[in-house]
């Protein structure tokens, strides 16, 4: 694949008044909280398999501007989108790589940023210390392609913090 930094897209203020996205998330998302790390909610389209279809609501409104916001820079729209909500400092994303069966061919993972400042640390699976590291700020979007998760792992790290992130992960499932 080419060169990673030019693979992924970020742009720092993507979408105005993160502020209200979180308080309207936080206002109305049931979180599951069957994970320690952090909660989490899933809207849309299901991946293929899952074997949680019924935990799967409707975009709220919001979730269809920021799709459609997404299309043009995408080049897709994305029909499924899942929360993470960060409580405090203490919540994290361990190393991982993506599953990337269920996404539509050429599509990945776009991520929007609400509330609290984040690192998104990534790192080359063969030789970890090569890493990169983007500053999540709310309004922000970051993508990565789904082939870099091949080669690549990402993490979101604890910090010293008391306030609340919710990220938007956007994904284009595939439907059959
Ligand atoms: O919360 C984030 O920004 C990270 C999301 C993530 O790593 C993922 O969806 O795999």
Redesign the pocket.
Known sequence: MKDIKSAIIFERDFFEAPERVFDFLMAKVTWEENIRA?KTARFGQPNIDSEHRDAYEEFFPIMDDLSERLEPVLGYKPNNC?L?Y?ENGNSK?GW?G?STYFLEPETG?A?L?TGDT?I?QIRRKAVPTESLNYV?TPGSL?FMPATIQEEWQ???PKVVSERG?I?L?FRKMRVG
């Open positions: 952090r899942f993470n960060y994303m991982h993506d993972i991520i940023s984040r998104f999540l970051f990402h993490a979101i992130r990220s992960t």
